[in-house]
C-alpha cells in the first residue's frame, strides 16, 4: 500500500528538494507529488504518495517534520482523509463511438472539456481506483492520452499545529541581560 | 548605517561571539578577505578547505561553541562536503561560509560556479543562498541558531558576489522566527515518571550515554544518575569523557572493539537507560541480538532517533540535561524503602560486573623488543593525566586511543565517530589549539591519515601552535589490513604504506622538531621531549605492524560474540 503523506510546508526555494530527499536518500520512489500554495501565500501544502515500508513510514514522517522549512508533516495512510485525483484524458472518437464515450464519461462523472471530430478531450476526479477504471474503460474505445494530477489530500480529523514561537538574536539576549529590555 | 554585505558578514560573526575561524579565499570572496583585512576577527589560513571544516569541527568538539569555516565558489566549496557530512554524523555545530558566482551569473556555468546550495542541501542540517543583501543578517543569525540549538549539526550559506560588494543599511537582527523548526527540551513529564519507575523496578540497570551528554552540558546529571541508580555505564565513542574514566562506574564503550564487561553488560542487563545516544550499528552489533532482555529507555532531544533502530519501551524526546534533572529529582525523592531494595539488588549485578572485567581486562600489552600500539596508548594516557586534548584520526589507533587513554572530563576526546574520515586528526588538533590555547593537545593520527593531513603542518608551523603530532607508524592502513587478516585469507591487498617521510627533516622543513623512535626504551623519554617542546612537535612512533585490535565483534555477529584475540576464525563477512 501506497503511503500518502501530507505536509505544510514554508513556499521557500529548495523546500521541495529537501522533502523528496528525505525520500530519495532512502531510495523510495515517489508515486506522486502535488505541491501548491495555501491560503497563506507563504505557505504550500504538498501531498506525496509513496511506496515505504510500513515499519519505516513514522521514521520517514519524523525525518520530514525534523526539516526547518516543514512547519508540518502527518501521515494520512491509515487516517480518516479525503483523497482525490484528477485525470486529463484525450480519447479517440470518431462517428460510431461517440455517444458510446459520452455515455461511459456520464458514468464516472467526467466532464467533456474539449471535443473535436477526431475525438474528446475529458476531466474525472476521483480516487485513485475510480480513475484506473475510467482509464481502462477509456482505452477500449481506442488510444487514448492521459495526464494525472497526483493524488492530493484532506485530512478529516483535525491536526494540531505545533509552531515554534520567535526567539531573540544571541546579541539580543546578551543585551537583555545586560540592561535589561529587550532593545529594538 | 550604509554597509558592504562583507562588512554586515562580519559584524554578525561579531554578534554570534564568533573570535576565530577558518578559511581559504578565492575569487568570489575577495570583497569578503578584503573586509577581514582591517577587521579584529581572527582569521585562521588553512591548508585546504577540508580542513578548514575540521578545524572549524575541533575548535567547536573543544568548546561547544559554533565553529566556522569558510571558502570559495566552485572547487572551494566541493572541498568542504567531507567535513560537513562528518559534522553532520556527529552533530557537531558548524556554519560555513561560501562565496558563489554573483545572482546574475548562477546558473550559467560560470567561471567557478557549483550548485553549492543543491551539493549540500543532503549534508547539512540547513542551507540558504543569500540572493538579497538586505536579507543577509537575518540569513545568519538563522544559520548561527540552527547549527548550535536543538541536536546541533552544519548550517551552510551561500553568499554571491555581489550580495559581499553590494551596500544596504544594515540593521541589527533581534528576533528568530522559524516557525517550522521544532526544538524539544522539556521532556514529558508522565514518561520521566515512568523511566523513574522502570529504574526503580530494574535489577540489572546498565547507563549507555554518548555524545548527547556532551553537546547538552549534562555530564553532571549523569554522574548524578549513575551514583543515584548505582548502575553501570558505558559511553559510547563520541561520549568518552562524559563520565569520567575513573569514575567507579564507569565499565567503558561498549561495540565492535571495546570491553568485554561492557557488552557482557549491555547483553546481560533488565534495563536500558539510553542517553543522548542512536543505537549505532558499531555499538549493537547484530540488532536482533542486541540486549535482548532490556527494556529501553531512550532520552534524545531529536525524536527521529527514537525508535529508529531499538525500540524504546519509554521514549523520552528532550534535552538531556533537563531530563536528567528531573529524572534524578525524582529518584533522590524515592521512599528510603525502594532505595534499599535498589541498593541490595545492585550488589548481585555489581558482582558479575566485576567478574566479567578480570575474566577479559583491556590487555596493556608490552614488549621488550617492539613498541606495542597499547603501550603508546598507555604512555599517553599517563603524560595526560587525564587533563590532555587528545585528536585522533582514523583506524585502529583510533581504537587504542579510545581504549586506553583515560578521559576524565567532556571535550577532551575529539575524533570523527559517525563517518570515521581519515585526515580528520591533525586538522581538529588545530582547532582545538585555537579554541583552548591553555591545553595540550596531543594527535594521534595513523601513518595512513597523517599523510592525509600533511599539509596542515604549515598551518601548524605557521601559527606556532605547540600541537603534539604523535603518528601511530605500523606500516600499513592497519585498520583494513586487520579485516584482510583476520577475513580474507591475509591477502593483504593495497595497505602496505611504504616511504613514510622522514620525520625529523619533515618536521625540520617546517621549522619544528621531530623525531622517529621504534624502541619501547624510547618511548617515554622521547614522548616527554615533546611535550616539554615548547612548540609542534612530530614524534613518529613506530610500533608492532602486525598487531591487531582486541576485543573484536565480527561484522554482523552479536556483540557478546567477541573475539577476544588471536588465534581468530577465518570467515568471509557478509
Ligand atoms: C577518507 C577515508 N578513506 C578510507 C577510509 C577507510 N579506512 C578506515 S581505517 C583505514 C586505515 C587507516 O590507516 P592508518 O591511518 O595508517 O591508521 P591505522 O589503522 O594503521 O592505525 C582506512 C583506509 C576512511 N576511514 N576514510
Ligand atoms: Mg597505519
Not at chain 1, 475510480?130 to 487514448?144: A, H, P, Q, T
Not at chain 2, 575541533?58 to 571558502?71: H, I, S, W
Not at chain 2, 553501570?232 to 564487561?261: C, D
Not at chain 2, 529518584?331 to 566479567?356: G, M, N, S
Request: charged share 20%; with cysteine; net charge neutral.
Amino acid at each position: 500500500m501506497l503511503q500518502v503523506i501530507s505536509l505544510l510546508v514554508e513556499n521557500k526555494p529548495g523546500a521541495l528538494m529537501r522533502v523528496t530527499g528525505v525520500l530519495s536518500a532512502r531510495g523510495y520512489n515517489i508515486e506522486s507529488l502535488t505541491v501548491a500554495r495555501t491560503l497563506d501565500p507563504g505557505l504550500s501544502r504538498m501531498t506525496i504518495a509513496v511506496d515505504v515500508d510500513a515499519a519505516l513510514r513514522q521514521q520517514v514522517i519524523k525525518q520530514m517534520n525534523k526539516l526547518v522549512n516543514v512547519l508540518q508533516a502527518v501521515d494520512l495512510t491509515e487516517e480518516r482523509a479525503v483523497l482525490r485525483e484528477l485525470v486529463l484524458v484525450k480519447v479517440r472518437a470518431v462517428q460510431g463511438t461517440r455517444t458510446a464515450v459520452l455515455k461511459e464519461a456520464e458514468i464516472f462523472g467526467a466532464r467533456v472539456v474539449d471535443s473535436s471530430p477526431e475525438g474528446f478531450a475529458l476531466e474525472a476526479t476521483g480516487d485513485l481506483e475510480k480513475l484506473d477504471e475510467f482509464i481502462d474503460v477509456m482505452r477500449s474505445y481506442g488510444e487514448v492520452e492521459c495526464t494525472r494530477s497526483g493524488v492530493v489530500a484532506v485530512a478529516l480529523e483535525p491536526k494540531k499545529l505545533r509552531l515554534q514561537p520567535p526567539v531573540p538574536t544571541k546579541a539580543a539576549a546578551n543585551s537583555e541581560e545586560k540592561d535589561g529590555v529587550l532593545n529594538g | 548605517m550604509l554597509m558592504s554585505g562583507a562588512k554586515m558578514l562580519l559584524e554578525c560573526l561579531v554578534r554570534e561571539g564568533v573570535d576565530c575561524f577558518f578559511g581559504y579565499p578565492g575569487g568570489v570572496t575577495l570583497p569578503f578577505y578584503d573586509a577581514l583585512y582591517d577587521h579584529p576577527i581572527r582569521h585562521v589560513l588553512v591548508r585546504h578547505e577540508e580542513n578548514a571544516c575540521f578545524a572549524a569541527e575541533g575548535y567547536a568538539r573543544a568548546t561547544g561553541k559554533v565553529g566556522v569555516c569558510c571558502a570559495t565558489s566552485g572547487p572551494g566549496a566541493t572541498n568542504l562536503i567531507t567535513g560537513l557530512v562528518d559534522s553532520m554524523m556527529d552533530s557537531i555545530p558548524i556554519v560555513a561560509l561560501t562565496g558563489q558566482v554573483s545572482t546574475k551569473l548562477i546558473g550559467s556555468d560560470a567561471f567557478q560556479e557549483a550548485d553549492t546550495f543543491g551539493i549540500t542541501r543532503s549534508c547539512t542540517k540547513h542551507n540558504y543562498l543569500v540572493k538579497k543583501l538586505e536579507d543577509l543578517p537575518q540569513v545568519v543569525h538563522e544559520a548561527f541558531y540552527i547549527a548550535a540549538s536543538g541536536r546541533p549539526g552544519p548550517v551552510l550559506v551561500d553568499v554571491p558576489k555581489d550580495v559581499f560588494q553590494g551596500q544596504s543599511h544594515y540593521q541589527p537582527v533581534t528576533a528568530i522566527h522559524l516557525p517550522g523548526y521544532k526544538v524539544y527540551t522539556e521532556g514529558h513529564t508522565g514518561q520521566i515518571r515512568r523511566a523513574a519507575q522502570l529504574i526503580g523496578e530494574s535489577q540489572r540497570p546498565m547507563v549507555y550515554a554518548g555524545g548527547g551528554i556532551i553537546a547538552a552540558g549534562a555530564s553532571g546529571e549523569l554522574r548524578a544518575l549513575v551514583e543515584l541508580v548505582d548502575a553501570p555505564a558505558v559511553t559510547t565513542l563520541m561520549g568518552l569523557g562524559a563520565l569520567s574514566a575513573t569514575h567507579p562506574n564507569f565499565v567503558s564503550m561498549p561495540g565492535m572493539h571495546v570491553s568485554y564487561a561492557a557488552n557482557m553488560g549491555m547483553t546481560h542487563c533488565d534495563l536500558i537507560i539510553a542517553l543522548g545516544v542512536r543505537f549505532d550499528d558499531r555499538v549493537t552489533g547484530r540488532l536482533a541480538a542486541f540486549a535482548p532482555h532490556a527494556k529501553v529507555i531512550h532520552v534524545d532531544i531529536d525524536p527521529a532517533e527514537i525508535g529508529k533502530n531499538r525500540a524504546a519501551d519509554v521514549p523520552i524526546v528532550g534535552d538531556v540535561k533537563r531530563v536528567l534533572g528531573k529524572l534524578n529529582k525524582l529518584l533522590e525523592d524515592a521512599l528510603p524503602v525502594d532505595q534499599a531494595k535498589r541498593a541490595a539488588a545492585r550488589k548481585a549485578w555489581w558482582a558479575q560486573l566485576r567478574k566479567w572485567q578480570a575474566e577479559h581486562p583491556l590487555v596493556p600489552v608490552t614488549s621488550d623488543s617492539e613498541i606495542k600500539p597499547q603501550h603508546l596508548m598507555m604512555e599517553i594516557d599517563r603524560l595526560s593525566g587525564g587533563k590532555a586534548i587528545v585528536t585522533s584520526d582514523v583506524g585502529q589507533h583510533q581504537m587504542w586511543a579510545a581504549q586506553f587513554i583515560r578521559f576524565t572530563e567532556p571535550r577532551q576526546w575529539i575524533n570523527s565517530g559517525g563517518l570515521g574520515s581519515m585526515g580528520f586528526g591533525l586538522p581538529s588538533a588545530i582547532g582545538a589549539q585555537f579554541a583552548r590555547p591553555d591545553k595540550l593537545v596531543f594527535s594521534i593520527v595513523g601513518d595512513g591519515g597523517f599523510q592525509m593531513s600533511i599539509p596542515e603542518l604549515a598551518t601548524v608551523a605557521s601559527y606556532g601552535l605547540p600541537i603534539k603530532i604523535v603518528v601511530m607508524n605500523n606500516g600499513y592502513l592497519g585498520m583494513v589490513r586487520q579485516w584482510q587478516e583476520l577475513f580474507y585469507n591475509n591477502r593483504l591487498s593495497a595497505v602496505e604504506l611504504d616511504c613514510f617521510p622522514d620525520a625529523e627533516k619533515l618536521a625540520g622543513a617546517y621549522g619544528f622538531k621531530g623525531r622517529t623512535i621504534d624502541k619501547p626504551w624510547e618511548l617515554t623519554p622521547a614522548l616527554e621531549e615533546a611535550v616539554r617542546d615548547p612548540g609542534p612537535y612530530l614524534l613518529n612512533v613506530k610500533v608492532s605492524p602486525h598487531e591487531c585490535v582486541y576485543p573484536m565483534v565480527p561484522a554482523g555477529g552479536a556483540i557478546n560474540e567477541m573475539v577476544l584475540g588471536p588465534p581468530q576464525p577465518v570467515a568471509v563477512p557478509k
